[in-house]
Every structure is written in C-alpha cells, then in structure tokens.
C-alpha cells in the first residue's frame, strides 16, 4: 500500500493564455462579507510550512461548513460568536473576521482567504505548467494541464505525454482529479486544485502527499510568434528562430530555416511573466510588448501577432541577400506573394519570377518551404519588413536577408 506520509513540497508556475475573458480568476471582493449569510462563499485555507496542505471550506444553510481537502470531504457544524468570530464546533478552530479579511486562533495556516463563488468556471480555456520541486529544494519534475470547457476536459502531462479526462468544478474554482503521476497506466494518484488570487494551489499524492503552488502568468501570448534574431557582434551568421507561444502541453513549437521539421522546446514558468526553455536554459521576460532574454545571442527579440488572414498574401518585398559572413550573396532580390494561393515568384529582379514556389502558411505572418533541391526558404514579416533566412543544405550554411515592401 502506498504510504501517504512523507511530506514534499513542489513550486510550479502558472501559464494561463485565457482565450475567453469571461475565464479569468476570480474577481475580488466587492461586497463585505455578512458573517450571518455566508452562503456563496468560500474560505481558502493553506498550512504552513512544508506540508502546504489546503483546504477549502464551502459554507452551508443552518451553519454547516462542507470541507474539502485531498483526502476527504466533510461536512461540520460552527457557531458564530460576537458578530465576527465562526467556531468549528468540537475542532477548537475560529476563524475570525474583519470584514473581508480572515485571521485565525489556529496558527498551522500561513493563508485564509475569503472568494466568493464566480457564476462561471474560472479553470476552463486555461492553460498552467511549471515545474516540480520538493521540499529539500530539488526539482522533481513538470505537470502542465490545459483545461477546457464544452466538455470539460482537462489534459494533463507529468513529462510522459498528455492524457485527458473529464473534470467537473467545486464551486467553479476547484477540482478534484483521479491521475496517473509515475506513468504506470493506472489512475490511482489523486490531485486537487484550488484558484485563489490568480494562484492554483494544489496537493497531489503519488504515493507521498505533495504540494504544488502555481503563479499567475496572465500575459495572453497564445496568439503571437516570437522572432528571435542571433548574430555575431559583427552581424555575422545573422539567422532567426521563430518560437510558436501556444504553449501547449509545456512546450512552445520553434521554426528554424537549417532544421525544417518544427521543434517542441520544453520550458517551465519561473516568474510571473519569465519562461526558461528547459534543454538550454534560455529566459525569456515578458514586460507588455517587450521582450528579454538572458541568452546574450539573441540580438533582437519580437513578438509578431498571428493574424486570421494571411497577411502576406499580394505583397511583394525586395532587398539584398547576404552569406553568413555578411558579404553580398544576391544584391538584389524579391519574393512576391500572389494573392489567391499559396504560391510566391521569387527571382532578381521585381517581376521577372526563376522559379514559383508553394509555401506553407504560419501564423498567417510567416512562411516556410522546402524547395526541390532540399534548400529551405523561412520568412516572418516583422514590423513592416521580410526577414528571410535560406537554407543552402550542401553547402550547410544560413543566408540572410531582409526585404522591404515595395
């Protein structure tokens, strides 16, 4: 049998690309609390300390409390002494409040927190991750869950590949689910996840109790590209990589001109608004429109919004190509989009096409295609101008360029 002692701790972060704003965290308190009509209201509690267990208290008609916990569900009795003090019948438990705030004679809780139950589920079209820590500070693993609503389904991934199941919510903040932690095909394990103040704060058992914080990581970048351009300081071997952020699954899909087939970089949420991609331990920091980064060879970092019509469509660009040393490849060269397929000429000079190729849209503000001779053509409109990365495969070697309208 599978002990439920040993305490670890787990710090995991929140990523929560909200595709409906009426799915957000729950608002905060407008109303003051009436201590005499506490229906539609919960109390978040967490303990202190490394067991991090949470609990969730559900008031009732006729003084009941419903208790929610990993383990348990209960339902118990209180009284309300003074106009501001509930009492736990038969615990020794008070909680005392002053208006909205909540304070304790019990002091095994770091947190209490009053929420009042929102009219529609604050999980669903979210997406968390983060990573897994225990207690003595090592990292344990990652669980990223993506929940969705009409069903409800929340899709799961301990590092062994998402697996999904059916949800239904507590209240519209909390859930209770039956998962398979350790990958041995077997739901057994069980978690269970509390929204409180832009948090999901969990517990988890996979043979040990476990806990689990996740942060709010609010920026909505599910709908945007990040170009990331690297060069020397001289600007030589300039080449881009362009990062997918639908953030599925703890992992963002990256396009590079020298490695056609899309690569799912894992990474785990270590601020509010900070990713670090786990095989390279490169950061990313998200300031509004802004980008930051760690990795000093990123010379320039954007995020280009995906659009719902191809944006490059009927434009043509030219410019000047160049080798990776930043000698002059092609001083003169263009790429022009037709406007009813998915087809661009290219060649020397604006009009006269070599060749016409079929491309395949991303985002519907980039391109990428594979040409007959395995060269590979990557381009991503960035503010206003074509930045192109060639692939020349024999002589494996990046060209670069960057193309205005014209």
């Known amino acids: 049998m599978k002990t439920k002692f040993l305490l670890i701790m787990l ?24 201590i005499h009509n506490p229906e539609g209201y919960f109390l978040y509690a967490k303990e202190s300390g490394n067991s991090g267990r949470i609990y969730l208290f559900e008031f009732l008609p006729e003084e009941k409390i419903q208790v929610h916990t990993l383990e348990q569900e209960a339902i118990l009795s209180y009284t309300v002494i003074d106009d501001n003090i509930i009492d736990i019948v038969n615990s020794g438990v008070q909680f005392i409040f002053d208006g909205n705030i909540v304070t304790s004679n019990n002091n095994q809780y770091d947190e209490l927190v009053l929420i009042k139950k929102p009219e529609s589920n604050q999980l669903a079209n979210n997406i ?10 090592s990292q344990q693993g990652n669980l990223f869950c993506r929940f969705t609503s009409d069903p409800d389904e929340v899709f799961l991934d301990f590092g062994y590949g998402a697996t999904s199941t059916n949800y239904a919510t507590i209240g519209n903040i909390a859930t209770k689910l039956a998962v398979d932690v ?10 269970f996840i509390v929204l409180v103040n832009g948090k999901l704060e969990a517990n988890i058992t996979d043979g040990n109790s476990t806990k689990i914080t996740l942060f709010a990581f609010d920026l909505n970048i599910a709908d945007y590209m990040l170009f990331a351009k690297e060069a020397e300081e001289d600007g030589s071997n300039s080449k881009f990589t362009l990062f997918d952020m639908q953030l599925d699954f703890g992992a963002v899909r990256t396009f590079v001109a020298d490695d056609v087939v899309p690569v799912y970089s894992y990474y785990k949420i270590i601020a509010e608004n900070t990713i670090e991609l786990l095989n390279e331990g490169t950061q990313f920091v998200f300031n509004e429109n802004a980008v930051l980064s ?4 990123y010379k320039e970092l954007v995020l280009v919004k995906k659009e719902e019509s191809n944006q490059l469509a009927g434009k043509t660009f030219a410019g000047t190509y160049y080798n990776a040393d930043m000698t002059v490849l092609h001083p003169n060269f263009f790429y022009a989009y037709h406007n009813n ?8 000079e604006v009009g006269t096409a070599l060749r016409t190729e079929t491309y395949t849209s991303l985002g519907n503000i980039a391109s990428v295609r594979v040409l007959d001779n395995q060269d590979v053509e990557l381009m991503v409109l960035v503010n206003g101008k074509l930045e192109v990365n060639y692939y020349a495969k024999i002589e494996d070697t990046v060209h670069y360029g960057s193309f205005t309208k014209q």
């Open 341 to 348: 397929d998915d087809k661009y000429d290219a060649g020397f």
């Open 182 to 191: 350790n990958n041995d095909g077997n739901n057994d394990d069980n978690l």
């Open 294 to 297: 760690n990795n000093d060879r």
């Open 128 to 137: 968390f991750g983060g990573s897994i820590y225990r207690s003595d500070g």
């Open 11 to 34: 710090a995991m972060v929140l990523v929560a690309c909200n595709k409906d704003d009426d799915n957000q965290k729950p608002d905060p308190q407008e109303e003051r609390f009436d």
